[in-house]
């Protein structure tokens, strides 16, 4: 069991000790703590004030349990930093339960709990990505003391789409299927400067207009949009199993700017001139230092003598309004995430905005009325979370930082979270 420290300055209006055969129990008609900090395993918490009515410690192991309890200026974070949550007031109505898990970290386990103004912030994305999994085997003890990981797996950046023609064995969009539900529009300015032989420095300057039904997009739509001039060189379609956007210049074919894999469900869908929102996870940029397919880069998308070169891409001014109708579940963190359910939509009014550039820094933004959810086993640090109804909305903010296209860092700010049945589990060996 990983160990578990927690201090605070504590106010009680009387208590009962019962010490008989195997009963050994404590109990508070009311309890206050001011200050508490603790630490269970990677993660520590606090809050700067507690109140609990009928509390309730069992002295055998860890069991506490509350008739209600509410908490202000709660806040829990990973040792490593790799993430941090604050939360200005905490309402439990029906009261919270603290034992110790089957993995060997604290549980906290609550019929109903409300939050109040919750602030998340992640500084580093792929940092949280590279966190171990916890049920996968202990390394051996030469390996463990390794500094880095095997020469076959890469942390940073995320594995890049296989070559064309390579059967994938793991594309981003086949654990995305859930964008299959995600209905809406949304339009944006992209703007391509190239460097040219002959004809020198050239600029796209295009306002792109799409609509989304089940979760794709029809790129015809999206070609024949393009003003006249714009479209006479810009070349989109779908080539080698990759959805390729091109820039087309006389006596030299066709220079790819952007591709993006399609697996075998998106190829069929491709036929039918759409192409999924999930596929856009699997971008390549030739010549760009970001996710790229080392070897399928040479002659694979119009790369060929080396006949121009991509100075920036940006896609900006975004709007982006979508919904999630269908229930759709996410596997993700060692869990499971399923969004809506039969008597609520998954995402209400998500709204996107802001800019992307490659190569650069750029962000997006984003709110939303509400985000319906059913978490199942999720596992972020050291922290695993369980809930069979929990309700985001509304998002006043979600700002994701990117670098290139790659994103960085999110920063959630959501003005009430409620959940049902929610289970946390601090530590141990499930949590990470």
Same mark, same amino acid.
């Given at each position: 069991?990983?160990e578990?420290?927690?201090?605070g300055?504590?106010r009680?209006?009387?208590?009962?000790l019962?010490?008989?055969g195997?009963?050994?129990r404590?109990?508070?008609?009311?309890a206050?703590?001011?200050?508490?900090?603790?630490?269970?395993g990677?993660?520590?918490?606090?809050?700067?004030?507690l109140?609990?009515?009928?509390?309730?410690?069992r002295l055998?192991?860890?069991?506490?349990?509350?008739?209600?309890a509410?908490a202000?200026?709660?806040?829990?974070?990973d040792?490593?930093?790799?993430?941090?949550?604050?939360?200005?007031?905490?309402?439990?109505?029906?009261g919270v339960r603290?034992?110790?898990s089957?993995?060997?970290?604290?549980?906290?386990?609550?019929?109903h709990?409300?939050?109040a103004?919750?602030?998340?912030h992640?500084p580093?994305?792929a940092a949280?990505?590279?966190?171990?999994e916890?049920?996968?085997?202990p390394?051996a003890a030469?390996?463990?003391r390794?500094? +880095?990981?095997p020469p076959? $797996?890469? #942390?940073?950046p995320?594995? /890049?789409?296989?070559?064309?023609?390579? %059967?994938?064995?793991t594309?981003?969009?086949?654990?995305?299927?859930f964008?299959d539900?995600?209905?809406?529009?949304?339009?944006?300015?992209?703007?391509?400067?190239?460097?040219?032989?002959?004809?020198?420095s050239r600029t796209?300057d295009?306002t792109v207009?799409?609509?989304i039904k089940?979760?794709?997009?029809?790129?015809?739509?999206l070609?024949?949009?393009?003003?006249?001039?714009?479209g006479?060189?810009?070349?989109?379609?779908v080539?080698?199993?990759r959805?390729r956007v091109g820039?087309?210049?006389?006596?030299?074919?066709?220079?790819?700017?952007?591709s993006?894999?399609l697996d075998k469900d998106?190829s069929a +869908?491709?036929a039918?001139? $759409?192409? #999924?929102?999930?596929?856009? /996870?699997?971008?390549?940029?030739?010549? %760009?230092s970001?996710r790229?397919?080392?070897?399928?880069?040479?002659?694979k998308?119009?790369?060929?003598?080396?006949?121009g070169r991509?100075q920036s891409?940006?896609?900006?001014?975004?709007?982006v309004?979508l919904?999630?109708?269908?229930p759709?579940?996410l596997?993700?963190?060692?869990?499971?995430i399923?969004?809506?359910?039969?008597?609520?939509?998954?995402?209400v009014d998500?709204?996107?905005?802001?800019s992307?550039v490659q190569?650069?820094?750029?962000?997006l933004?984003?709110?939303?009325g509400?985000?319906?959810?059913?978490?199942k086993?999720?596992?972020?640090?050291?922290?695993?979370v369980?809930?069979?109804?929990l309700?985001l909305?509304?998002m006043d903010e979600?700002l994701?930082?990117?670098?290139?296209?790659?994103?960085? %860092?999110?920063?959630?700010?959501?003005?009430?979270?409620?959940a049902?049945?929610l289970?946390?589990?601090?530590?141990?060996?499930?949590?990470?």
């Amino acid at each position: 069991m990983s160990e578990h420290h927690a201090q605070g300055n504590i106010r009680v209006d009387g208590f009962g000790l019962t010490l008989g055969g195997e009963t050994r129990r404590l109990d508070f008609p009311r309890a206050e703590i001011e200050g508490l900090r603790g630490e269970a395993g990677s993660v520590e918490y606090g809050a700067g004030d507690l109140s609990f009515e009928r509390l309730c410690g069992r002295l055998q192991g860890i069991e506490w349990s509350t008739e209600t309890a509410s908490a202000g200026r709660f806040w829990l974070r990973d040792k490593e930093g790799r993430y941090e949550l604050h939360v200005a007031r905490v309402e439990l109505p029906h009261g919270v339960r603290v034992t110790r898990s089957a993995a060997g970290g604290v549980e906290l386990v609550a019929v109903h709990a409300s939050l109040a103004d919750v602030r998340l912030h992640i500084p580093d994305l792929a940092a949280l990505r590279r966190s171990p999994e916890p049920d996968a085997p202990p390394p051996a003890a030469d390996a463990a003391r390794e500094p +880095t990981p095997p020469p076959t $797996r890469t #942390p940073e950046p995320p594995p /890049a789409p296989p070559p064309d023609g390579d %059967s994938p064995p793991t594309l981003r969009q086949e654990r995305l299927r859930f964008l299959d539900a995600i209905g809406g529009g949304f339009g944006f300015t992209i703007k391509v400067v190239l460097d040219l032989p002959v004809l020198g420095s050239r600029t796209l300057d295009q306002t792109v207009k799409v609509e989304i039904k089940d979760g794709a997009f029809d790129y015809k739509k999206l070609d024949d949009g393009l003003t006249w001039l714009e479209g006479a060189f810009l070349d989109i379609g779908v080539e080698g199993g990759r959805f390729r956007v091109g820039y087309g210049v006389p006596l030299l074919g066709s220079k790819e700017i952007i591709s993006f894999a399609l697996d075998k469900d998106a190829s069929a +869908t491709a036929a039918f001139d $759409r192409i #999924p929102l999930r596929s856009l /996870a699997d971008f390549r940029i030739p010549g %760009s230092s970001g996710r790229r397919a080392a070897s399928a880069d040479k002659d694979k998308g119009g790369d060929k003598g080396n006949r121009g070169r991509l100075q920036s891409l940006t896609l900006g001014d975004l709007g982006v309004n979508l919904h999630m109708v269908a229930p759709r579940n996410l596997e993700t963190a060692g869990g499971t995430i399923r969004f809506g359910g039969e008597d609520a939509p998954g995402i209400v009014d998500l709204r996107i905005g802001g800019s992307l550039v490659q190569p650069g820094s750029g962000n997006l933004t984003a709110q939303a009325g509400a985000v319906d959810m059913t978490v199942k086993d999720v596992r972020i640090g050291g922290l695993q979370v369980t809930a069979d109804r929990l309700h985001l909305g509304p998002m006043d903010e979600l700002l994701v930082t990117f670098d290139g296209f790659t994103p960085r %860092s999110l920063t959630a700010v959501l003005h009430r979270v409620t959940a049902t049945n929610l289970s946390l589990i601090l530590g141990g060996s499930r949590a990470g």
